[in-house]
């Protein structure tokens, strides 16, 4: 991809640092999952002809399930809302939030907890928006105070230049706190890492960090953005205050799954870190929408111009697996990272989006399903580009 058309995707995108350990090496190998069977009782002896279902790896979830961050209980899948408020690459207008309200309310009846956002979602005068919107969703929730107290909000601030000591970022979170409108902060997450181009601001992002969770501000902490090498530092100092590092929210796909993301996942398995999938359905690569011939309108018909045209066989075998699941090939993509033990966060804009995530649980891919998947990714030619300030 032309550097130009890179930067004009990315320039939207979260930024990371880089850091230098060896230590990372020690635990990069992946323990295969245990393989279940499961199996529907029946009273009566089975025969030749009755249905067997295949199997499956790990436990199946529904979205009244709980899987756990740290402490908090959460939905193994959560919702993503950099499009509420985000104009330039998601086309957000204002005249939406009815609908995104309807959204919000649909997913936590049917318990989704966790949504994802940040203190720059948001696009010019609408900087903020997204934290805005879900405070007044929380608000305007027409459901029990028992579902709403259970929500979990996942927040990131910005490591904007400007924001150069602890305390400025103990200043950011109360700032995101009144924009949503609630007491505690459920994750606290660094949007990203300075540590490749002003590596003294670091130290202040993570002693940042340690501030709002000593202050209560915020009930765990996470990064975004970071890579293994990088993880590993941010987890000894954070451990060494005694804060633990909940999470890890990185771009993770069957369009991302190269060495440094699977490096990443065998740490985070390690030190009992969850990782978060960003963008598993790669920005709508991975929903079957669009071709070559069929681009999305925006910035990021430059990207899908550049990798849809080597998807065919990816594409391929998700619709193979989708036809034989009666699902969609959204719903096994998305269900390909809960089987990787991350959870996803895919971006809903309208009712049908999420209604299409909600029938990612409740389900899973076979192990020999998985591996088609997987092989098929990997032959890919052009991979989703990465985080330009991604750390290693």
């Known amino acids: 991809m032309a550097p130009?058309?890179?930067?004009?995707?990315?320039?939207?995108?979260?930024?990371?640092?880089?850091?230098?350990?060896?230590?990372y090496k020690k635990i990069k190998t992946r323990v295969a999952p245990k393989i279940r069977d499961f199996r529907c009782p029946s009273s009566k002896r089975p025969t030749s002809a009755s249905l067997q279902f295949p199997q499956r790896i790990g436990p199946l979830f529904?979205?009244?399930?709980?899987?756990?961050?740290?402490?908090l209980d959460v939905s193994p899948m959560g919702f993503g809302t950099w499009a509420w408020g985000n104009n330039l690459l998601w086309g957000y207008q204002e005249d939406m939030d009815g609908e995104l309200q309807e959204i919000f309310n649909l997913a936590v009846r049917n318990g989704i907890n966790l949504f994802d956002t940040a203190d720059s979602y948001g696009t010019?005068?609408?900087?903020?928006?997204?934290?805005?919107?879900?405070?007044?969703?929380?608000?305007?929730?027409?459901?029990?105070?028992?579902?709403?107290?259970?929500?979990?909000?996942?927040?990131?601030?910005?490591?904007?230049?400007?924001?150069?000591?602890?305390?400025?970022?103990?200043?950011?979170?109360?700032?995101?706190?009144?924009?949503?409108?609630?007491?505690?902060?459920?994750?606290?997450?660094?949007?990203?890492?300075?540590?490749?181009y002003a590596p003294l601001q670091e130290l202040a992002l993570w002693d940042g960090l340690v501030a709002m969770y000593e202050k209560g501000l915020v009930r765990a902490v996470g990064v975004s953005n970071y890579g293994p090498k990088q993880l590993i530092k941010i987890h000894d100092y954070l451990k060494a205050r005694g804060v633990p590092l909940c999470s890890a929210q990185v771009q993770f796909s069957l369009l991302s799954i190269g060495k440094e993301q699977l490096e990443l996942k065998a740490v985070c398995d390690?030190?009992?870190?969850?990782?978060?999938?960003?963008?598993?359905?790669?920005?709508?690569?991975?929903?079957?929408?669009?071709?070559?011939?069929?681009?999305?309108?925006?910035?990021?018909?430059?990207?899908?111009?550049?990798?849809?045209?080597g998807l065919a066989p990816l594409l391929s075998s998700l619709r193979g697996i989708a036809a034989q699941r009666r699902?969609?090939?959204?719903?096994?993509?998305?269900?390909?990272?809960?089987?990787?033990?991350?959870?996803?966060?895919?971006?809903?804009?309208?009712?049908?989006?999420?209604?299409?995530?909600?029938?990612?649980?409740?389900?899973?891919?076979?192990?020999?399903?998985?591996?088609?998947?997987?092989?098929?990714?990997?032959?890919?030619p052009r991979q989703m580009i990465q985080n330009i300030f991604q750390t290693s």
């Not at 130009?4 to 880089?18: R, Y």
């Not at 899973?364 to 990997?378: F, G, H, M, Q, Y």
């Open 62 to 71: 529904w979205p009244w399930e709980k899987v756990k961050i740290g402490g």
């Open 124 to 196: 010019g005068r609408l900087n903020g928006q997204s934290e805005r919107l879900l405070g007044k969703f929380m608000r305007e929730f027409p459901g029990s105070s028992t579902d709403r107290n259970k929500i979990v909000i996942a927040t990131k601030f910005a490591a904007y230049p400007w924001r150069l000591t602890s305390g400025q970022f103990v200043s950011a979170c109360k700032s995101s706190l009144e924009r949503l409108e609630i007491e505690q902060i459920g994750i606290g997450q660094l949007h990203w890492s300075t540590a490749n």
């Open 327 to 380: 699902k969609t090939v959204s719903q096994v993509a998305i269900n390909w990272c809960i089987c990787q033990g991350t959870i996803p966060i895919p971006g809903v804009k309208t009712i049908r989006q999420a209604e299409e995530n909600l029938g990612a649980l409740g389900w899973r891919l076979t192990a020999d399903e998985i591996l088609e998947l997987e092989s098929v990714a990997k032959e890919s």
């Open 4 to 23: 130009a058309a890179a930067a004009s995707i990315t320039t939207s995108w979260a930024a990371a640092g880089v850091g230098s350990i060896t230590s």
């Open 270 to 309: 390690s030190l009992g870190i969850r990782l978060i999938s960003y963008s598993p359905l790669g920005l709508g690569m991975l929903t079957g929408k669009y071709t070559p011939s069929k681009l999305p309108r925006g910035p990021r018909a430059l990207l899908f111009r550049q990798i849809l045209p």
